[in-house]
């Protein structure tokens, strides 16, 4: 075993030189993915996979990567059902190896670095495939097969594709988002080419590794070029994109994670379906569902946008946003969520409802067209939140929150329906509506329709550093 310096598994918050600004989005419902065919290899026996991933779906069977030969003859990186990482390469539908994680991977506020190592002419067997997480090797297998010495893989199979989102057979695509993704072909390289551990917190973070010779069949894609979203960064033959559009690139990225919908947190009500990076939640009808964020913060000042689908009218009603404390749910615990109901906005502390005659009709109800910003503030001594309707505000200079907020509880954004609707929070890492206006916070950071109110911020981890 390659024994690098430090155990410190973790990863997902930059404090390095170097600065990802991309990621690519990816959503196993839109069969989104992307490809370009092989040719003859610097060295089938020799390759390097390296790339960040944050998973926004848990539970599901989904291929990150595959190379394909001919038939049977694929080589691929996926996260199984039970959330085990696993590397099989596979010849005539026998497998040559097999690596399976007893580790699972379920944080999906987490960016991992992966890196796969495979050098088959080494003699011995438990090198000849290796696996890397934020810069430590996995050494604990449910399933462990080794390549026998000298095996070719099907990475550089020349006539086969390899694709980026999902399997064979148009099955298993991936959700989540993906950066810095490199195929080093006919080298077997240490993750140390791609990350170092900081030295003041232990943490993992990428480097700049651009110069790397790739090899014939090698690439390196950046995502930076959202007109290209398939450009190979090193000058090779670009991916081609497959239900991927320029909508699909994300700032969201292992040097700036923002906020997204949490898919491991459930109510005792029926979550709603979390998909598009998880920022989109899509509400079953005649039962109460709930969302909580994946971040929380306790102090500081932050602003995320929502807009809605098949919510005009009364039906906002029962199609609620704002935010909860994260030890409990936002029926009991502390908690700020708003409504509109026959022309009147209210909002609801603690499942209690209140102020519904204190801000009138606004201009009317509520339609699938609006765009709300919500606005928390946990600085002030009196804390409060102000909500906007397309960037004007609605209940002034703010409304002031009840006693029970202030203390030093945690808070992430929270949404409930009782509709069947769907709602698209917008936390500026991604957002799968257009956005005509491109506006960030004063820190440069997020996307949003509507500039954040001044000294509000995105909710991301470069935010969070300064002010959270």
Request: proline fraction near 2%; include cysteine.
């Amino acid at each position: 075993m390659e024994v690098l310096q430090r155990t410190a598994n973790r990863g997902s918050i930059s404090t390095g030189a170097y600065e990802i600004d991309n990621s690519l989005k990816f959503e196993a419902d839109n069969s989104e993915r992307i490809r370009r065919n092989q040719t003859t290899g610097t060295n089938r026996k020799k390759f390097t996979v390296s790339f960040w991933v944050k998973r926004t779906e848990i539970g599901a069977f989904q291929v990150l990567a595959i190379a394909e030969g001919s038939g049977n003859d694929i080589s691929f990186l996926d996260f199984e059902s039970d959330d085990f990482l696993r590397f099989r390469d596979t010849a005539s539908a026998s497998n040559q190896c097999v690596l399976e994680t007893n580790r699972v991977f379920r944080d999906p506020n987490a960016w991992y670095h992966i890196v796969l190592r495979v050098d088959t002419t080494l003699s011995t067997a438990d090198d000849r495939a290796r696996i890397y997480v934020n810069g430590v090797q996995e050494t604990s297998f449910s399933t462990r097969t080794n390549f026998d010495q000298n095996d070719d893989t099907f990475w550089g199979y020349n006539g086969g594709y390899v694709t980026w989102g999902n399997g064979l057979a148009e099955a298993n695509y991936f959700s989540g988002y993906v950066a810095d993704a490199y195929y080093i072909d006919g080298q077997s390289l240490a993750p140390t080419s791609f990350g170092e551990f900081d030295e003041d917190s232990g943490i993992w973070i990428p480097i700049n590794a651009s110069g790397l010779t790739v090899g014939n069949n090698g690439y390196y894609l950046d995502f930076k070029d959202a007109s290209n979203l398939g450009n190979d960064a090193s000058g090779g033959t670009d991916f081609s994109l497959i239900n991927i559009a320029a909508a699909d690139q994300s700032t969201d990225t292992p040097t700036n994670n923002f906020c997204t919908w949490n898919p491991l947190w459930a109510e005792d009500r029926a979550n709603g379906t979390i998909s598009e990076g998880a920022t989109q939640v899509a509400w079953g009808g005649d039962a109460w569902k709930a969302a909580k964020g994946s971040l929380a913060v306790s102090k500081g000042r932050w602003y995320w946008e929502i807009k809605g689908a098949n919510v005009t009218g009364d039906t906002w009603n029962n199609n609620l946003f704002g935010f909860a404390a994260t030890e409990q749910d936002g029926q009991t615990g502390p908690s700020v969520y708003i409504g509109y109901s026959t022309g009147n906005y209210y909002y609801r502390v603690a499942g209690s409802q209140t102020g519904s005659d204190n801000w009138g009709n606004a201009g009317g109800a509520w339609s699938s067209s609006d765009t709300f910003g919500f606005a928390l503030d946990l600085e002030s001594s009196t804390k409060k939140f102000i909500l906007y309707r397309n960037g004007s505000a609605v209940n002034g200079s703010g409304t002031d929150l009840v006693s029970g907020f202030q203390t030093e509880q945690f808070f992430t954004p929270y949404a409930t329906s009782y509709n069947g609707d769907t709602q698209f929070l917008n936390f500026g890492g991604y957002t799968v509506n257009t956005i005509s206006s491109a506006a960030s916070d004063a820190n440069g950071y997020g996307t949003f329709e509507y500039a954040p109110p001044t000294g509000y911020y995105a909710l991301c981890t470069k935010n969070l550093a300064e002010f959270g």
